[in-house]
């Protein structure tokens, strides 16, 4: 992290095998992509990818809506239907967007709640 010492931010990673940086970066994050090695020498590594990206797709799995905009922090189902409702549907389109109009698109979403969802989603 370029934040080290002072970054707070983490991402969760499988307990078992090594962490392998390959030559993979991710476009969207600049980040390195990762792969998990194991010591059994009949299991095959993990290709993990982007951490950010990956566990981004975990969340959106893992969500019952399957948005990904619910992967970012403090936007629940509810909130996330009232940015689709007005043509927000993901994460990019989340960051890309004007944060005074969705503030005043979105009931019951202030202005600072959106600065902080554009600054999570990243």
Not at 38 to 43: G, L
Not at 57 to 69: I, P, R
């Amino acid at each position: 992290c370029v934040r080290y010492p002072d970054c707070e931010y983490s991402l969760p990673l499988p307990r078992q095998g090594a962490i392998s940086v390959t030559d993979g970066q991710c476009s969207e994050h600049d980040l390195p992509e990762l792969q998990i090695v194991y010591e059994e020498a009949d299991r095959e590594p993990w290709e993990l990818g982007c951490p950010i990206c990956n566990y981004r797709e975990y969340q959106a799995e893992q969500a019952d809506s399957g948005s990904d905009l619910e992967t970012v922090d403090g936007i629940g189902e509810k909130n996330a239907e009232k940015l689709k409702d007005i043509g927000v549907d993901s994460v990019t389109a989340l960051k890309a967007a004007e944060p005074d109009r969705l503030a005043s698109e979105v009931d019951g979403v202030g202005l600072k709640t959106i600065q902080k969802w554009q600054a999570s989603a990243n």
